[in-house]
C-alpha cells in the first residue's frame, strides 16, 4: 500500500506570510494526526482527526493554526500568519485504529525567516 | 502531565556489540508503550507497542521490555543499517485516544 504523502517536502516563507501543508493518508485509514518538531525538541501532537471531525486538537498553538479534512480523505494545515518559532518539521500519520501503530510520513520542513 | 525520559541521547557501537536502550515514563495509567526508528529526513517507523508490565516484543535484532516505569529496547548485535534515532512514546489514560507523548530519542550509529 501507498505510504502517507506529504508536501511540499520543504517550505521557506517570510514572516507573517501564509503556508498550507497537505497530507494524504493511506486509502482506509479513518484516523490522521498532526505532530511537530520544533528544533531541539521532542514531537508534539497537534491534533488527531477520525474522518472528517475533530476528535483532539488540544496540541494546537493558537488560533493562527487551521486544520481541516473535507470530506475526510487528505487534509491540510494552514499557518496564517506564519512566526518565526513555528518553524519545525510537521509530521502527518494516519492509522485504522489509534493504538499506536501509526504510519508516519516524512514530513514538510518548515521554515520562517 | 505525562513524561518521557530517554537515555543516553547518543549510543555509538561497533558492529555486533549489544546494548540497551532505555525509556522512562510518568502517566496517569498508561494505555500503551510504543517504540519507533527514525531515519534523518524520514517520519517515525512503527516498530512495538508494548501494553503491560512484563510484556516483551521482538523484531530481528530488536527486543522490547516493559516495566511499570521504563521500557528497554535491546539491540543484539547490530549491524550498521540498525543506525537511527529510537524514539519511545506513551499513551495515557487521561490522554485522548492518539495524543502520543514522545520522548526526544536516542541516536544510534552502528560502525563496522
Known amino acids: 500500500e501507498a505510504g502517507v504523502t506529504q508536501f511540499p517536502s520543504h517550505s521557506v516563507i517570510e514572516k507573517g506570510q501564509t503556508v498550507t501543508l497537505r497530507c494524504d493518508p493511506i486509502?482506509?485509514?479513518?484516523?490522521l494526526y498532526w505532530y511537530r518538531r520544533v528544533m531541539g525538541k521532542e514531537i508534539k501532537f497537534l491534533l488527531h482527526?477520525?474522518?472528517?471531525?475533530?476528535?483532539?486538537e488540544s496540541g494546537m498553538p493558537n488560533n493562527r493554526f487551521l486544520a481541516e479534512r473535507t470530506g475526510g480523505t487528505y487534509s491540510t494545515l494552514k499557518v496564517q500568519p506564519a512566526e518565526l518559532e513555528d518553524s519545525g518539521v510537521y509530521f502527518c500519520?494516519?492509522?485504522?485504529?489509534?493504538?499506536?501503530?501509526?504510519?508516519f510520513g516524512s514530513g514538510t520542513r518548515l521554515t520562517v525567516v | 502531565e505525562d513524561q518521557v525520559t530517554q537515555s543516553p541521547e547518543a549510543l555509538r557501537l561497533q558492529e555486533g556489540e549489544s546494548s540497551s536502550l532505555n525509556c522512562s515514563y510518568t502517566?496517569?495509567?498508561?494505555?500503551?508503550l510504543f517504540w519507533y526508528r527514525q531515519d534523518p529526513g524520514k517520519g517515525p517507523e512503527f516498530l512495538f507497542t508494548?501494553?503491560?508490565a512484563g510484556e516483551e516484543k521482538e523484531k530481528e535484532r530488536l527486543k522490547a521490555t516493559l516495566t511499570k516505569k521504563e521500557s528497554f529496547l535491546h539491540i543484539t548485535a547490530p549491524k550498521p543499517e540498525d543506525s537511527a534515532t529510537y524514539l519511545c512514546?506513551?499513551?495515557?489514560?487521561?490522554?485522548?485516544?492518539?495524543?502520543?507523548?514522545f520522548g526526544a530519542g536516542t541516536q544510534v550509529v552502528v560502525t563496522p
Open positions: 500519520a494516519s492509522s485504522r485504529n489509534t493504538m499506536g501503530g501509526y504510519t
Open positions: 486509502s482506509g485509514h479513518d484516523n
Open positions: 482527526f477520525v474522518k472528517e471531525s475533530k476528535q483532539d
Open positions: 502517566v496517569s495509567g498508561l494505555r500503551g
Open positions: 508494548l501494553y503491560s
Open positions: 512514546a506513551v499513551l495515557g489514560f487521561g490522554d485522548s485516544w492518539g495524543k502520543l507523548q
